[in-house]
């Protein structure tokens, strides 16, 4: 059964970074793209970032292009979304997620991790 756990959130300022993790078990993240996504209060879940594969391309929403880097490590299992110049509108549960096929509707989720920008 395939399993993601993500970690790292966390509370941080305005201007401050974090780095989130997640730890795939279940099966090789080789063939499977990953994504993360997040969910503010009362908003949507939106995507954030998905990296295709390991030299393949990544996407990220317009709202964190150029603060948000997406990255994944195959032989390790695992991905990373590294936040900078955090805002307050980035606050929200982060979810990793999974899937053979896209980017944007994944068939596996983890349980999703905090972050808080707040002064």
């Known amino acids: 059964q395939l399993q993601l756990v993500e970690s790292g959130g966390g509370l941080v300022q305005p201007g401050g970074s974090l780095t989130l993790s997640c730890v795939v078990s279940?099966?090789?993240?080789?063939?499977?793209?990953i994504s993360w996504f997040r969910q503010s209060p009362g908003q949507l879940r939106e995507g954030v970032a998905c990296?295709?594969?390991?030299?393949?391309?990544?996407y990220y929403a317009d709202s964190v292009k150029g603060r948000f880097t997406i990255s994944r490590d195959n032989a390790e299992n695992t991905a990373s979304l590294q936040m900078t110049n955090l805002k307050t509108e980035d606050t929200g549960v982060y979810y990793c997620?999974?899937?053979?096929?896209?980017?944007?509707?994944?068939?596996?989720w983890g349980q999703g991790t905090q972050v808080t920008v707040s002064p």
């Open positions: 997620a999974a899937d053979l096929d896209g980017c944007w509707s994944p068939s596996y």
């Open positions: 279940g099966l090789s993240l080789d063939n499977y793209r």
């Open positions: 990296t295709v594969s390991t030299y393949g391309p990544t």
